[in-house]
Structure formats: structure tokens, C-alpha cells
């Protein structure tokens, strides 16, 4: 029998994920409006899943290129290069598994044992229980939240760095909150990284969800050829993918030997067939990443009107992303309550204590779901809240 104590430590005390609970706890009820995950209720477009079949039944089914297919480099270069009007080579993109993945391989690049990363929270926990698993100590700088909206204090970032600090993840706009930097913060966050000498992770993977604009602000705005910032994206959420486990990597060129052994030690290649899938999304899907966007905005406005009317939840409508993160009055162990609300409301939403301890007193609901669907769970929400003293 294998015990626990001939497991690796870090192993043993990777957290569970306070998001999967309450899908485990939830899944399979009858009438549950399910709003716990970090996706939409569409499924992938034909056009996407047509082109990976047409790859199926063509017999691409060998190993592949380890940093991606080429013309899937050439088409992730066209469509950045055009999102943020620079010339991006192809060389500077790398295929992974995933948004995840892509996470996974920046950190075993950069951090390890006795190193520390800093990240912005609250925040998806899965990059600090990456950095974990690496043996790195993550340390998280809280936004403060100021009347429902979210801010950072450089102070406390530049506070937070220290001699044994390797890397800096930055995820804007950001899950859970929805927090999106400025171009004037993005800035002033890669001074300071500058000036301590450390690489920026930058997820930007909701660059796209950005309601003030056609997209967010991104360290692709302010940065210079020679800093140092590895960018990890994915084909989740935009192309309604999340199933598909396809994401990417961008940075400089010269780290393409590197990048590539860390591929060929990991997943040895994302299949061929998901790839062509990926460039049909690229090249075919700016009207459908356009609709979602519309729509989610649409029920961001429905869901937060909702729930503001209640005056018993402190909550500003997210810049970017498509979640809600929201305090209820008088609720202290949201943990606890998001079990509750399952089965009294059947509304699934996950608990702010799976997004670190400033996120302990929030909730996070997705609300990239139909309209019909969304408004009702709103109100499957305000009536709970109602109910409770």
C-alpha cells in the first residue's frame, strides 16, 4: 500500500479546489442553474469541431511538432498582431495544453525550491497551488476593495518583493474580480518588476471579455523589446473551448529550445487534430467571440441589477471577465453558504474562500450564460438573500 508519507509534501498539501466542491456537491441535481465554473453554457462551434473532424478523418493522428503546428504560430501571430497592432513573429508563440499548462510551464521555467512568486488576489487559485506544487512559496498582494470596486496599492506590490522573489503573475482582467488594469497601472506594475529584476507572468486570457473597449489594456501596450514577460493564454473561453484543453505561450524567441524540452516533458504535443480546431477559432471566429462578448455583457448588467436592488449586496458591475464577486450582508462562512444556496436556491455558485483570503468574504458567480437563465438565477439569489436575517 502506498501511504502519505512516502508522497512528495508538496503533493500532499496541494489544497483542494473550493470551486470543484461545489461542483461535486451540485452536480447532476435536477433545475440547478449552474454557475460555479469558469465557462459559458455554448458549446464549441461547428465550424471549430467540423475542422478538427475533417483532421480525424485525413489520419492526423502521429506525433507532432513539439512547439505547435506551424500554421497554428502563424495564425496565433496574425491574430495577436492584429488585437494589439504590433508585429508579433510566429517564433514567439508556443502551443500547450491548455491555459493551465501554459502556467504549469512558465513556472517550472522560472521558479522552484526556496523561490518565491507574487501574485495579484484574490485570484484563481490554481497558479499559487501551481507554484506550490514547484516548491516555490507563493505570496499574494490583496487588491482593496473600495465601495464593491477593486484596487491595487503598488506600495503593497513593492513590499511584497523580495530578494528571494522570481516571478510576478499578474492576471488582468482578472478572475474572480473582474479587476482590469489601466494602461497607466500595467506601467507602473512592469517598473516595478524592472526594477526588481523578475520576470511577469501575464495572464491575459479575458483580454477579449473587456467591457469598456474592444479589449483590455495589456503589457504588450507599455513593454519594450527586451523585458522580460511571458504572456499564457488560452482557446477556453473566447472560442467556447474549455473542454478542448488547447492554450499557448508567447515570449521571446530565444527561449524556444527551453520551452520546447518543457513540452516534449510534459504532454509531448498538443494532438494535431485539436490544433486545427484551434486555427478554424483564429481564422473563422471574430463574429462568435463578438457575440459572446455582447451577450455577456448584457448579463452582467441583468445579474448585477438584480442582485444591487437586494441593498444587502456590495457589488459594482466587473470591468472585464465574466464573473460577479460579491459580498451579501450578513453572511460570514461563504463556504458554508455556497452549500446552502445549492440546495435552497439551486443556484451553483463557488464560494470567495477558493480564491484566497481576501476572497474569503465573496462569492463568485459566472454569469456568461443565456439571459433567460441568468436573470432567473438572479432572482433565485435575491429571494435567498431575502430570506436570511
Request: with cysteine.
Amino acid at each position: 500500500m502506498l501511504d502519505l508519507s512516502r508522497l512528495r509534501r508538496e503533493a500532499v498539501e496541494a489544497p483542494e479546489s473550493g470551486i470543484v466542491a461545489v461542483v461535486n456537491h451540485a452536480r447532476g441535481r435536477e433545475g440547478i442553474i449552474p454557475m460555479w465554473a469558469g465557462e459559458g453554457d455554448l458549446a464549441t462551434p461547428r465550424f471549430i469541431a467540423e475542422a478538427a473532424a475533417a483532421s480525424l478523418a485525413e489520419g492526423e493522428t502521429f506525433y507532432t511538432f513539439q512547439r505547435g503546428l506551424p500554421e497554428l504560430r502563424v495564425a496565433l501571430s496574425q491574430y495577436t498582431s492584429r488585437l494589439y497592432g504590433q508585429n508579433l513573429e510566429p517564433e514567439r508563440f508556443f502551443v500547450t495544453g491548455s491555459g493551465m499548462h501554459a502556467i504549469q510551464l512558465a513556472l517550472m521555467a522560472l521558479a522552484g525550491s526556496g523561490d518565491e512568486v507574487v501574485f495579484v488576489g484574490p485570484a484563481w487559485p490554481n497558479f499559487s497551488a501551481a507554484a506550490g506544487l514547484m516548491g516555490a512559496m507563493p505570496r499574494e498582494v490583496s487588491l482593496d476593495c473600495v465601495a464593491g470596486r477593486w484596487q491595487l496599492d503598488l506600495g503593497k506590490l513593492k513590499s511584497a518583493i523580495t530578494d528571494k522573489t522570481r516571478v510576478l503573475f499578474v492576471n488582468s482582467p482578472s478572475n474572480p474580480t473582474g479587476w482590469t488594469a489601466t494602461r497607466e497601472e500595467l506601467a507602473a506594475i512592469l517598473a516595478v518588476a524592472r526594477e526588481a529584476g523578475i520576470v511577469v507572468i501575464a495572464d491575459e486570457i479575458y483580454a477579449r471579455f473587456y467591457y469598456e473597449g474592444p479589449r483590455a489594456p495589456s503589457f504588450h501596450d507599455v513593454m519594450a523589446a527586451h523585458d522580460a514577460i511571458v504572456f499564457v493564454n488560452s482557446f477556453s473561453k473566447n472560442w467556447a473551448m474549455t473542454g478542448w484543453r488547447v492554450g499557448w505561450i508567447e515570449t521571446s524567441p530565444a527561449l524556444g529550445q527551453i520551452i520546447e524540452n518543457l513540452i516534449q516533458y510534459s504532454n509531448s504535443g498538443v494532438a494535431a487534430f485539436m490544433q486545427r480546431g484551434a486555427i478554424a477559432a483564429l481564422t473563422h471566429g471574430e463574429e462568435f467571440v463578438e457575440n459572446q462578448i455582447a451577450r455577456a455583457e448584457t448579463a452582467r448588467d441583468i445579474f448585477c441589477d438584480i442582485l444591487t436592488a437586494t441593498n444587502r449586496v456590495e457589488l459594482a458591475p466587473p470591468d472585464g471577465a465574466f464573473y460577479a464577486f460579491f459580498k451579501i450582508d450578513g453572511i460570514g462562512d461563504t463556504r458554508a453558504a455556497a452549500f446552502r444556496i445549492v440546495d435552497e436556491a439551486k443556484v451553483a455558485i463557488a464560494p470567495g474562500t477558493a480564491f484566497g483570503p481576501a476572497g474569503a468574504p465573496f462569492f463568485r458567480a459566472c454569469f456568461h450564460r443565456r439571459l433567460d437563465e441568468v436573470e432567473a438565477a438572479a432572482h433565485r439569489l435575491a429571494e435567498w438573500i431575502g430570506y436570511q436575517v
